[in-house]
């Protein structure tokens, strides 16, 4: 199989502009990008996404495989983002992706930065078996928290922005990744696990957005059995990841965690009552 062609387009994550402070100075302040660009696969227009244009690359790569618009890396001859015509065009070696079906049924979702799911990914749930094998415990939950905070540079510097982190079962972090919108940030994670090969087995994923149900489908998808995040979650969200055995861990900041699903790879764990 010819190797996949690349473009390396990333865009500076932010720019500085002019503000009035509150004892009316003028302040140069450093603001997240946010740029538009247009994803054409083998030539036809499938969706427009508001980016960082951090990772425009791995951001494609991970919307097709979450989106399952594309089955297998293998079938992807080329991802060419140009940033003259806000577009990235992806070519697969067929040249003829069937997408019709999947066009035809959108959900609309809560997702911020994207906000529709394709194909019904709910219909395929059943075939999602993730793996046993995945563990966390207090002082790893702790370790990854410490970690992602020192991790969150655009954040830190302009704020706007969600932060998702693939980490090891040690709590270091392996990927760490801002975007505008939170799924942008999980489908740039997703697409550099495409182009590495990687097992989302012995992995934990951390988000600093809600989870909804799209953003635990797409981390059953990546084969990942723990999800983490600072913030809360919804009921769908709560009800699929219950469903899928998928071990969600919520509104986690410095000591303090909420654990609601998958309670058996939670190592060391005391339930009260």
């Not at 502009?17 to 227009?45: F, M, Q």
């Not at 489908?217 to 983490?228: E, N």
Request: proline residues 3%; hydrophobic residues 40%; glycine residues 10%.
């Amino acid at each position: 199989m010819p190797r996949l062609s690349l473009t390396s387009a990333a865009r500076p994550a932010t720019v500085t502009v002019a503000a009035i402070n509150e004892s009316g100075e003028t302040v140069p302040t450093p603001i997240a990008g946010e740029h538009p660009l247009t994803l054409y696969l083998d030539k036809r227009e499938i969706v427009t996404l508001m980016t960082l244009g951090a990772a425009p690359e791995a951001l494609v790569l991970g919307y097709l495989r979450n989106q399952r618009l594309v089955a297998n890396i293998e079938e992807i001859a080329a991802v060419q983002v140009d940033w003259q015509t806000d577009s990235a065009a992806v070519t697969t070696h067929s040249g003829d992706q069937d997408i019709d079906a999947q066009m035809s049924r959108r959900t609309v979702t809560t997702g911020c930065g994207q906000g529709t799911m394709f194909g019904d990914l709910m219909e395929n749930l059943e075939k999602i078996v993730l793996p046993d094998a995945g563990r966390i415990d207090q002082a790893t939950l702790g370790r990854l928290l410490d970690n992602v905070r020192r991790h969150e540079s655009i954040y830190k510097e302009a704020g706007a922005v969600h932060g998702c982190a693939l980490a090891g079962s040690d709590g270091e972090i392996l990927m760490f990744v801002e975007d505008v919108g939170r799924h942008n940030a999980v489908d740039a994670v997703a697409g550099q696990m495409w182009l590495e090969a990687m097992s989302g087995a012995d992995k934990i994923f951390y988000t600093t957005g809600r989870l909804t149900s799209e953003m635990v489908i797409k981390t059953a998808q990546m084969g990942i059995p723990i999800l983490v995040s600072r913030s809360g979650l919804t009921q769908m969200g709560h009800s699929i990841a219950e469903r899928l055995g998928l071990t969600m861990i919520g509104r986690a900041q410095g000591k303090h965690y909420l654990l609601f699903t998958g309670h058996s790879r939670f190592a060391g764990l005391a339930v009260d009552g």
